[in-house]
């Protein structure tokens, strides 16, 4: 489903920067080569540096584990050969308790080489944590510029934490995986078993079998490896996504809910995560192959070795060969299998969480270093300064690609319990009027105390009433009541419709309030958020009907920002909104809502604080935007500051403690 920006989500890109234009472009993931490993190891083993004292304890302990692994199937073999020799009591005791002292020891030289390489992990990602953050609040406010923040707090908080992963879990089972294939090799060609390596069939048949597969299996895995480190990327980008856009979809909630594109943003989400989800199918399904494989090599080198020796089975007793030796080589070749399949496993997460890692570097190596000795020891390599993050900013919030009003409003379900809306047909068009009686609304902040109180008022087709009082006073409350996303617990709301004389009152259960907000040209100063797309849809968020490119200039014209939206690198197709590297001055911001107010074509217009840091140019283009809508018809409730806006009103309406006070002509 394509979203609100306007790229193919099964790509991923990168901040780059022309010499002749500051804006970044975006660039494709398939058209940049991916950070050189060297890099990449360079910065795991400065960080493993951090209180490295704890980490050789936890080796040490480990390997020692490993070591008693492998000799653990010695005891066991010689047991069965003394229960096979009928051996003494004592002497079956006393391997007995040599095989229990091993096992014992094994298990508690395992718990404490785990709880030291944790304790290592865990010491080593709280001072990097708190030494990249500190990095990333000395940057210049223009880093943020350029990075998104969601993409941020993704890459400093669930990519960060692979790296614990591959200092606790991964590196550790590398090390006593390569420990325990060696270990077992030595063991296997210096003790008894040996002699059962070299025997003629046994050459011929298992020693080739088991290189061959170790080698095909080898193969696979580092096939795996290679294409799993692209694909984690793309998996982890795609999660940034879709939890980006998440969370900026929560934090622009008011701007949301005044443009009416909820629907929306759950099409995008949905976009979202279903490329998340399948991104991470795929991989899955190929770790599962690999483990698959892996197991199976293990499986095979172990039917093999029975079936070698059922083949000369008769043979081996007759040169004088112990079942405990033959038990023994069995053990022997399982766990050589065993340390293959983790060995092969974990070199592979390690290699995928390479993508975490690099995400993770660019984050730490991009902006300015700050002088500051907590971060002076980050890496072994010095970090560089002023680089950018070598990353997108990534699509966190949109809409469909219908923005300009082709796709139709989906259908609001009610269970049949429920009175029927009323349709949104040209019978319920607002013709400008609005009526408010006798309303109160409680306060979300104190409990107990009224935003509202009482209020009574009545804005007029071609009216233009101003909300004046201290701050506090009401007068947002009033307008958030009048756009229908507050509900008042006392009192009535009422619209005109241009099929009826009088105001109508209305109710959530008897009229679609969707249809009716989209007839509100709504400016708030609680809702001038940028999203990350073009001019041209940014514009058109939040209209139902379509919207023309004529239209669209002709609205920025009478606003006044026509001129600075052509001045961009792309005009109205550029790229703006979060990161995007294109910066708009308060007073344009400001323009930008009132044109999307008024591409909704509305018959009442409720603005607050619509005019904040308007240029002296740009209020009378507002002024004068403002009187020719009241002349088609157009009723207007504002609170505003400016003398020049306020010279049009055809009352003022005072509200103190959330009760009016006076209207003045």
Same mark, same amino acid.
């Given at each position: ?10 790509e ?19 058209q ?44 066991y ?6 229960l ?23 298990l ?48 400093s908080?669930?990519d ?38 070299v ?70 989400f949905c ?28 499986? +095979? ?7 070698v ?38 070199v ?9 890692v ?18 002076s ?11 950018? +993050? ?11 690609k ?40 409680m ?31 009401g ?24 099929n ?22 709504v ?6 958020d ?40 792309? $005009? ?8 995007? $590297? ?43 935007v ?10 207007v409730?504002l ?27």
């Amino acid at each position: 489903m394509p979203t609100m920006y306007d790229v193919p989500h099964s790509e991923d890109f990168a901040l780059t920067y022309d010499e002749d234009d500051a804006a970044p472009q975006p660039q494709a993931l398939t058209q940049r080569r991916l950070m050189p490993v060297r890099r990449l190891m360079s910065f795991l083993f400065g960080l493993a540096t951090i209180s490295w004292p704890v980490a050789v304890v936890g080796y040490i302990f480990s390997l020692g584990a490993s070591a008693l692994q492998i000799y653990i199937p010695v005891l066991y073999g010689d047991m069965i050969d003394k229960l096979d020799s009928s051996a003494s009591r004592d002497s079956l005791w006393n391997t007995l308790d040599a095989f229990i002292a091993a096992q014992v020891s094994y298990l508690l030289v395992t718990l404490l080489g785990g709880l030291f390489i944790e304790v290592w992990a865990t010491r080593l990602m709280r001072k990097f944590r708190a030494r990249l953050f500190h990095h990333l609040l000395s940057q210049e406010l223009a880093f943020f510029g350029r990075a998104s923040i969601s993409e941020i707090i993704t890459r400093s908080g669930q990519d960060s934490m692979v790296l614990k992963s591959i200092f606790a879990s991964t590196s550790l089972q590398i090390v006593t995986a390569l420990m325990t294939l060696i270990a077992t090799l030595i063991f296997m060609f210096t003790q008894s078993t040996y002699r059962i390596l070299v025997d003629d069939n046994m050459s011929v048949y298992l020693l080739p079998s088991i290189v061959i597969i170790c080698l095909a299996t080898i193969g696979f895995g580092a096939l795996y490896a290679v294409w799993g480190r692209r694909a984690n990327l793309y998996v982890r980008q795609s999660a940034g996504r879709m939890l980006g856009f998440t969370l900026e979809s929560f934090m622009n909630i008011v701007t949301v809910k005044v443009l009416q594109i909820e629907n929306r943003h759950v099409a995008d989400f949905c976009a979202f995560s279903s490329d998340y989800f399948s991104r991470v199918l795929k991989f899955n399904s190929v770790t599962r192959f690999l483990q698959f494989v892996t197991e199976g090599s293990g499986a +095979l080198m172990l039917c093999i070795a029975f079936a070698v020796l059922i083949r000369t089975y008769s043979g081996l007793l007759e040169d004088g060969f112990d079942i405990g030796d033959v038990v023994t080589l069995l053990l022997h070749i399982k766990l050589l299998s065993r340390g293959l399949s983790q060995l092969i496993t974990s070199v592979d997460r390690f290699v995928i969480s390479l993508g975490s890692v690099e995400r993770v570097v660019q984050l730490a190596e991009s902006g300015v270093l700050p002088q500051h000795p907590l971060v002076s020891r980050l890496s072994k390599q010095d970090l560089a300064s002023d680089v950018s +993050l070598g990353f997108a900013p990534q699509a966190v919030l949109g809409c469909s690609k219908r923005c300009g009003g082709e796709g139709a409003q989906e259908e609001r379900e009610t269970e049949e319990a429920f009175p029927k809306m009323v349709d949104a047909s040209p019978a319920c068009v607002l013709n400008g009027r609005l009526v408010l009686e006798e309303v109160s609304l409680m306060s979300l902040s104190t409990s107990g105390e009224r935003a509202l109180r009482e209020v009574s008022l009545s804005l007029s087709p071609g009216e233009m009433l101003a909300l004046d009082g201290p701050p506090g006073s009401g007068k947002s409350a009033l307008l958030l009541v009048c756009q229908l996303l507050a509900w008042p617990h006392k009192g009535a709301v009422k619209f005109g419709f241009t099929n009826s004389e009088e105001a109508e009152r209305v109710h959530e259960l008897t009229h679609d309030f969707d249809a009716l907000r989209v007839q509100l040209g709504v400016v708030s100063s609680l809702a001038r958020d940028l999203f990350r797309t073009t001019v041209e849809m940014n514009l058109v968020l939040g209209t139902r009907t379509p919207t023309t490119s004529d239209e669209m200039r002709a609205a920025c014209t009478r606003v006044g920002i026509h001129d600075r939206i052509l001045s961009l690198k792309e $005009g109205y197709q550029t790229v703006i909104g979060d990161s995007s $590297g294109v910066v708009f001055t308060e007073s344009e911001i400001s323009q930008l809502m009132i044109v999307r107010a008024l591409l909704r074509k509305p018959r009442i217009f409720l603005l607050d604080q619509a005019d904040m840091g308007l240029t002296e140019e740009a209020t009378a283009s507002f002024a004068a935007v403002l009187a020719e809508e009241r002349a088609s018809g157009a009723s207007v409730l504002l609170v505003s500051n400016k003398p020049e806006i306020l010279r049009g009103a055809t009352a003022t309406v005072r509200i103190e403690g959330g009760a009016v006070i006076s209207r003045k002509p």
